[in-house]
C-alpha cells in the first residue's frame, strides 16, 4: 500500500467536517422575527396585520378590500383607535380618530384639504348695545373675530321686528379687508324671522384671520332684535361645498 502523507489526511478529514457543517446549516431556518436591514414592502395588494389572541386587529396597513390604501391602528376589543385612508367610495385618505363608542372625533375635511374636519368650531359672536335698537340705518348687533378652522361656516339666526319690520345683514371681513356680506334680507312686521345662513368659505385658508358682524335696522316705528341662536363652522357634507370648487365671490362693500 503506498504511503499517503498523514497532513493530507488531516486536510481531508477537515473538508469532511466543514461539509458536513455547511450542509447541516443549509438545513436551519433562520427566525423570522426580524429584520435586521433592508426594507419589508407590501405592494400590490395585501395587508400587513397584527391580531390580539381573540382576532381583534390592532394594526393593520396595506390595500383595503375597497382598494384604498390606509393605516389602521386598533384597540384590543376590536374598535378602531385612528386610521389614515380606509375610506369606501373616497380617495381623500382623511385622518380620523375614533372613539370608543365608534365616533369620529377629529379627522380633517374629506373635500376641502387643509382644513379641520371635526370638531366643529364656534364662531365668537357676542351681542352688542344695539342687540336691540330702533334705528333706521344699520347698527352692529353682535360682532367678534378670530380664525377660521372648517370649510363652511353656519349660523341661524331669530329676528324679532316691531312695526314696519326690519333688515338683517351678515357680514364677514376676511384677511385682505374686503367685506363680504354673507347674507341680507327683511325680517317681517310684529313677528319673529328665523333665518339659516350656510357660506363655504371660498379664498379662504385654515387658520385665517377673520371678523363676523351682524346688522340689523328697523323699517318703521318699532324696535329690531336680533338673537343668534347657533354659529359655529363645520366640515364639508359634499363635494360641491368645498370652497375650492368654487367660483371666488366677488368682493363686496356693505353699504350703510
Same mark, same amino acid.
Given at each position: ?30 427566525? +423570522? ?212 370648487? +368654487? ?10
Amino acid at each position: 500500500m503506498a504511503a499517503v502523507p498523514r497532513d493530507l489526511l488531516d486536510r481531508i478529514a477537515k473538508l469532511e467536517r466543514e461539509v458536513r457543517t455547511i450542509r447541516g446549516r443549509s438545513q436551519i431556518r433562520p427566525a +423570522l422575527d426580524s429584520v435586521t436591514a433592508g426594507d419589508v414592502v407590501i405592494g400590490r395588494g395585501g395587508q400587513l396585520k397584527a391580531e390580539t389572541p381573540d382576532g381583534y386587529r390592532t394594526f393593520i396597513v396595506g390595500e383595503t378590500p375597497d382598494g384604498d390604501w390606509g393605516v389602521g391602528i386598533g384597540r384590543d376589543d376590536g374598535t378602531r383607535a385612528l386610521t389614515v385612508g380606509d375610506e369606501s367610495g373616497t380617495d381623500a385618505q382623511m385622518i380620523r380618530i375614533w372613539s370608543r363608542d365608534g365616533h369620529i372625533i377629529l379627522m380633517d375635511d374629506a373635500h376641502a384639504p387643509g382644513f379641520l374636519g371635526r370638531p366643529w368650531m364656534p364662531v365668537p359672536l357676542y351681542p352688542t348695545s344695539a342687540q336691540v335698537t330702533s334705528s333706521t340705518g344699520y347698527l352692529i348687533g353682535w360682532r367678534g373675530a378670530g380664525p377660521v378652522h372648517n370649510a363652511v361656516a353656519y349660523l341661524r339666526l331669530v329676528t324679532y321686528a316691531g312695526a314696519g319690520g326690519g333688515q338683517v345683514r351678515v357680514v364677514m371681513t376676511p384677511p385682505d379687508g374686503v367685506e363680504r356680506i354673507l347674507a341680507e334680507y327683511d325680517a317681517a312686521a310684529d313677528t319673529s324671522t328665523l333665518r339659516e345662513v350656510t357660506y363655504p368659505l371660498v379664498g379662504l385658508e385654515y387658520l385665517d384671520y377673520v371678523t363676523w358682524r351682524i346688522d340689523h335696522r328697523t323699517r318703521g316705528a318699532g324696535t329690531v332684535e336680533t338673537t343668534v341662536l347657533s354659529a359655529y363652522t363645520r366640515n364639508t357634507f359634499a363635494a360641491d361645498e368645498a370652497p375650492s370648487a +368654487l367660483a371666488p365671490a366677488p368682493p363686496t362693500s356693505a353699504a350703510p
